[in-house]
Every structure is written in structure tokens, then in C-alpha cells.
């Protein structure tokens, strides 16, 4: 009964069902996008969050009654649903409202227009809200916002060469020579590597290294990891590959952990393989 109350209130000082409509129309929430924030991401996936804002211009409360959603990343569709969410908007208030959604990089890699190694893509979410207004009923007002979402790359790590230091008949120390490039536009940290190489199939060492290496962004450098041999722990024919600077079939792998320097990325570690061929040079 109060909506028609408010209603026929309306009409009397707006003066026919003109300004009626006019004043019903000035009485729907406004809603605005306020657009999006990272609030994690990392090298797998982002977790996006919308801040929606919602002013109500009734000298009562209204509610909320839920959303609808639809998320298009390269212009493809990639994630659309529902959400029942009751919110209790106060009478000539303002209330925000996050819509947190998780983006797994690897599906985004999936979609068509050749977005594999891409370091961002293009977004669109189109919004709908489900309101219960006075003398209107339920009602969906819709909004929309578009803009970037950064991918993330990992690290390029490649081993370029294989060095003999100092080579004896008990052991040798090698020094492993690596390449790292950073494809991304913000910079990394690299704190700390676990490594170990494998010669035609066999271990031969492995060590760590805390590295305070910095990556500018788009940047590379060159680092050379410390390796020492034990021959009686792997055999005298590791000797006589060094001794003669053969190649070999090898298998580099390593623990990398650091950070990036980008909003919601925090600490990060990740697993490295690369094999083939190489000469072990004296």
C-alpha cells in the first residue's frame, strides 16, 4: 500500500502522469562502475575485483536484490552467471559493492584470437542489478566498464654453457652459465635458485644460491652458478668428459622463488626443466 501511497504523493506535486513518470524515473538507484583492481595474481591466474558504487536518491531504503554478470576478455566471452546477493541500500546513501572474479591464464590462452604469450588483454563486463524500488517493483539497471588485465610471464631461463673452472682427480668445480630474460613490462626479483644438473642421464651435483638478482623490465642478464663435482660419488667417467671437453646430453632443473614488481603479486616459486646438448668447455 506505502508504493501507492508514495505514488499518488508523487502525482499530486509533479502535477500529472507526466511528471509522474519523470519522478519515478529520478527515483532509480544510480549506479557507476569504479572500475577494477588486482587483488592477486601471479604466474597460473589473476583474481580481479569490481567496485561497484550504488546511490540511492529515496527518502527510503531500497534493496538489492542480486546481479548478473557477463566477463568478455579478447571479445570472447569468458565467464558469465548470477549471484542472488541482498543488500540493504539506506535511505540518501551511497553503498559499494566488490564482485571478485578468478581468471585462470591458461584458459585465456585457450580462447581464439591467438592470445597465447600475450603479456595483458582487453576486458568487458557487462553488469545487470535486480532492485525492489517503491511504487516501481523490480527493476534491472544495467552498466558496463572495459580495460586491461595484465598476464604475467614467467622468466626465460636458458643454460647456455657449461664451464671447467678447476678440474682434479677427485672432483672439479664447474660454473654454470645461464641466460634470463624478463618479457614483462614491470620488473623481478630473484631471490633465491635450487639447482641441479644432470649428465647423459646421471646426476652429477646440485647447490643453491640466495641471488638478490634484479630483472629490469624487459630486461636479460647472464648469471654463472657454482657447481662442484665429486668423482667418487659419480664415477671416473665424468672425469674423462671434462678432461676431453665433450658434449653431452643434459638436464638442467631448478626451484626459482622471488617476487614482481606488480599490484597483487606477491611471493613467488616455480619449477624449472631444460635439457639437450652441450659442450662441457675447459
Given at each position: 500500500m506505502h508504493?501507492?501511497?508514495?505514488?499518488?504523493?508523487?502525482?499530486?506535486?509533479?502535477?500529472?502522469?507526466?511528471?509522474?513518470e519523470q519522478a519515478l524515473e529520478d527515483r532509480k538507484p544510480k549506479v557507476s562502475?569504479?572500475?577494477m583492481r588486482l587483488a592477486a595474481v601471479d604466474f597460473d591466474r589473476a583474481r580481479v575485483v569490481f567496485d561497484v558504487v550504488i546511490d540511492n536518491p529515496n527518502p527510503v531504503g531500497i534493496d538489492l536484490a542480486g546481479f548478473d554478470y557477463v566477463l568478455r576478455l579478447g571479445g570472447n566471452e569468458f565467464l558469465s552467471g548470477k549471484r542472488d546477493r541482498a543488500v540493504r541500500l539506506p535511505p540518501d546513501g551511497r553503498e559499494s559493492?566488490?564482485?571478485p572474479l578468478d581468471i585462470p591464464f591458461a584458459r585465456v590462452a585457450e580462447l581464439p584470437?591467438?592470445?597465447?604469450?600475450?603479456?595483458?588483454?582487453?576486458?568487458?563486463?557487462d553488469l545487470g542489478l535486480d532492485f525492489d524500488l517503491p511504487a516501481l517493483g523490480r527493476q534491472r539497471l544495467g552498466t558496463s566498464t572495459t580495460g586491461n588485465i595484465p598476464i604475467p610471464q614467467r622468466p626465460g631461463i636458458s643454460l647456455e654453457g657449461v664451464r671447467v673452472a678447476e678440474l682434479g682427480l677427485s672432483g672439479a668445480e664447474l660454473v654454470l652459465e645461464l641466460?634470463?630474460?624478463?618479457?614483462?613490462?614491470?620488473?623481478?626479483?630473484?631471490?633465491r635458485l635450487v639447482y641441479a644438473l644432470a649428465i647423459n642421464g646421471r646426476r652429477w651435483a646440485g647447490s643453491s644460491r640466495e641471488t638478490g638478482l634484479s630483472l629490469a623490465p624487459e630486461g636479460s642478464t647472464a648469471v654463472e652458478l657454482p657447481l662442484k663435482v665429486n668423482f667418487g660419488a659419480i664415477g671416473m667417467g665424468a672425469y674423462e668428459l671434462l678432461r676431453g671437453g665433450a658434449s653431452a646430453d643434459y638436464r638442467f632443473t631448478a626451484d626459482i622463488a622471488g617476487d614482481a614488481g606488480l599490484q597483487?603479486?606477491?611471493?613467488?616459486?616455480f619449477p624449472v626443466e631444460r635439457s639437450g646438448r652441450i659442450n662441457l668447455a675447459r
Open positions: 508504493k501507492w501511497c508514495l505514488a499518488a504523493a508523487i502525482l499530486v506535486l509533479t502535477g500529472g502522469c507526466a511528471g509522474l562502475m569504479e572500475g559493492i566488490a564482485i584470437g591467438d592470445l597465447r604469450g600475450r603479456q595483458s588483454v582487453d576486458y568487458g563486463l641466460g634470463i630474460d624478463n618479457p614483462n613490462d614491470f620488473g623481478i626479483d630473484l631471490d597483487g603479486f606477491g611471493a613467488f616459486d
